[in-house]
Structures are given as C-alpha cells and as structure tokens.
C-alpha cells in the first residue's frame, strides 16, 4: 500500500514537473517575443501565472519534499530494505 502511494505520488510529480517545464518555456519564448514586439502569450502566461503556475511549483515544491521524507523514513524504519 505505502509502496503503491509512493509511486503514484512519484508518478503525479514527475507530470506536474514537465508541465512546470513548459510554463518555463512559455515564459521564455513569450518574453522575447515581446522584447521583439511579437504577441507569443506573455500577457495570457502573465494572468495564468497567480492561479495556475505558482500552485504548481508550490505542489512540485512540496511533493518532493514529501517523498524524500518518506523515502527516508522508510529506509530508517527498514534498513534491510533497498528502496
């Protein structure tokens, strides 16, 4: 059970860390487009930065913590084991 949990909390990171990768890369292309004066989206990623991105850094932030925890607490409580 505790094994399943992990993974599928490994599973959710690992997908919400490619979607931070492309807002990143939304940001970047859009700002220098508009250095350049071409619309790539800078203002729409501006107005989805507050209700979209910062909870998902914030998740991704706090979801690796929380599985390196338990991966720790798991070694601690089971040295025997190797995950």
Do not use: H
């Not at 508009?34 to 998740?59: C, H, Q």
């Amino acid at each position: 059970m505790k094994e399943k949990l992990l993974n599928g909390l490994n599973t959710v990171l690992t997908i919400n860390l490619f979607f931070v990768l492309f807002s990143f890369g939304w940001f970047a292309i859009a700002l220098l487009g508009r250095s350049i004066n071409i619309p790539l989206g800078f203002d729409i990623w501006y107005k989805l930065w507050e209700p979209v991105f910062t909870p998902a850094i914030g998740i991704l932030m706090a979801g690796s913590i929380a599985s390196g925890v338990i991966s720790w607490i798991n070694r601690r409580l089971n040295p025997e084991s190797k995950s």
